[in-house]
């Protein structure tokens, strides 16, 4: 069964940073891409980033682009989501998904993706 679990969301100053992660199991981890997505109240789900680690393939929304970094580590099975200048407008739930997908990271739509995790909640004080 393939399960994921985010981590690490929380309250944080406008300016701030956290680094959420998020653990997978029942998979075989580099055969497949890890997205992260936000959920802002009231908006659609929201594709910010995508990781292929065996491919060494990342994507990231141009909004996030240099404040925003994501990594992996193969041998935990997890995938990290570094934000650093956060803003109060991206406050949301945070998820990450997976697809299988060797050597490359679909533009994270959420069609595109297939597993999903439960979501860790950000909130960005002014």
């Known amino acids: 069964e393939v399960q994921l679990v985010e981590s690490g969301g929380g309250l944080v100053q406008a300016g701030g940073s956290l680094r959420l992660s998020c653990a997978a199991s029942?998979?075989?981890?580099?055969?497949?891409?890890i997205a992260w997505f936000r959920q802002a109240p009231g908006k659609q789900r929201e594709g910010l980033s995508c990781i292929n680690s065996r491919g060494g393939t990342t994507y990231y929304l141009d909004s996030v682009k240099g404040r925003f970094t994501i990594s992996s580590d193969n041998a935990k099975n997890t995938v990290y989501l570094r934000m650093n200048n956060l803003k109060p407008d991206e406050t949301g739930v945070y998820y990450c998904?997976?697809?299988?997908?060797?050597?490359?990271?679909?533009?994270?739509?959420?069609?595109?993706?297939?597993?999903w995790g439960q979501g860790t909640q950000v909130t960005v004080s002014s």
């Open positions: 029942g998979i075989n981890f580099e055969d497949y891409a």
């Open positions: 998904a997976l697809v299988r997908l060797v050597n490359s990271c679909p533009v994270p739509t959420v069609p595109n993706y297939d597993y």
